[in-house]
């Protein structure tokens, strides 16, 4: 049976709650530098200044085909919520970071095999009023929500600025005055977070 919300074709101009979990629910950052290196991978290839390697091998680089409107790293899983310009950037861009970071996660650990389990799922989030709503639900995964260091609610609320976290495509759409009672009120919609839990993270 395929696995729920594998999206063979992605569509241009379109946004994705993109996640992915450890092989057999195991953890996938063990230590806060996994949760860093993590980030550093993402920061490498959507910061707007291209990168390179220590040979001067350019990263590719998805700054004009890609925004990274939320993310959250938790011990075991991971979720982003991404808009992309092309057909393929999503895929290339997931191809690179799981490889990279299962080579570096395996080397650490002296450990072989599979970090994630399977190919990342992903959401078509074609409402974009939902855009919102799926950004604190992103963002309410910690329990510590409010002083989670890995995810981006801090560039939410002006706390943090980097040019590879852009949430403005979703503040244009945002109808509330401030985005930390927004999310704050959602604790209070349990049923409704656990209907999106299903939906999205299964």
Known sequence: MPSRNVIKRYGAGHVYH???????KKNIFVEEADFAVFLALLRRHLSKDQTADRLGRPYKNYYD??????????????HLLLYQETETAITQLMRSISISYAG?????Y????YVFQGIFKASLIDNHSYWCHISRYIHLNPADWRTWEWSSL???LGEKRADWVRPDRLFEVFEGEDYADFVADYETHKAMLDELKHLLAN
């Open 18 to 24: 993109v996640y992915n979990r450890g092989n057999d």
């Open 65 to 78: 085909t890609i925004e990274l409107l939320a993310f959250c790293l938790m011990p075991n899983h991971f």
């Open 104 to 108: 570096y996660f395996n080397k650490k």
């Open 110 to 113: 002296g450990r072989v095999g």
């Open 154 to 156: 801090p560039y939410y």
